[in-house]
């Protein structure tokens, strides 16, 4: 595949990845929420030996999962704040790129194959969750790695009001 290329909003810090997401994420937790300020994130997932950073160089914020208790460290542009990619302490060889920050957002391709929408018991009321993707109330695992069982819409779903 060509090489595909992002960075932040000023472009002082840019990268680029080399193969195909391994998976793809849409986090509807509120640790996303919040660090992104958007309904949910969507977080292809590389290994870290298919990234590259061209220039700059990312601050870091280091974060405590209320889940995990595992440190979740997000990578932002200490000049215009952009948040640029997570890492995490609970596994060291991949990175979850934020899906906007890459030149060609829609590059990569998500399916029922390698993509998952997790976190649903904490997403807005007005989220769709499209047919045919795994969607999980919370994590897709447990912290000792045993899987969940996911649901799977056969029709796009509304989450819905939960009061």
């Not at 060889?93 to 990569?108: L, S």
């Not at 929408?117 to 999980?136: E, K, N, Q, S, Y």
């Amino acid at each position: 595949m060509q090489a595909q290329q992002g960075g932040c909003l000023c472009g002082k810090v840019r990268f680029q990845v080399t193969r195909q997401p391994i998976r793809v994420s849409f986090c509807h937790c509120r640790f996303c929420q919040r660090a992104r300020g958007a309904a949910y994130a969507v977080e292809p997932i590389f290994n870290l030996t298919d990234y590259v950073q061209l220039s700059g160089s990312p601050k870091t914020y280091d974060h405590r999962s209320e889940g995990s208790g595992h440190i979740i460290r997000v990578h932002f542009c200490d000049n215009c704040g952009s948040g640029l990619h997570y890492s995490f302490d609970r596994w060291p060889d991949i990175i979850g790129i934020h899906a906007g920050v890459f030149d060609d957002p829609n590059w990569f391709e998500y399916t029922s194959d390698n993509a998952k929408h997790i976190f649903l018991d904490a997403a807005r009321h007005d989220t769709v969750i499209p047919a045919g993707i795994p969607a999980f109330a919370q994590h897709s695992a447990e912290n000792d790695g045993t899987p969940n069982k996911p649901t799977v819409y056969d029709a796009p779903h509304l989450i819905g009001r939960k009061d």
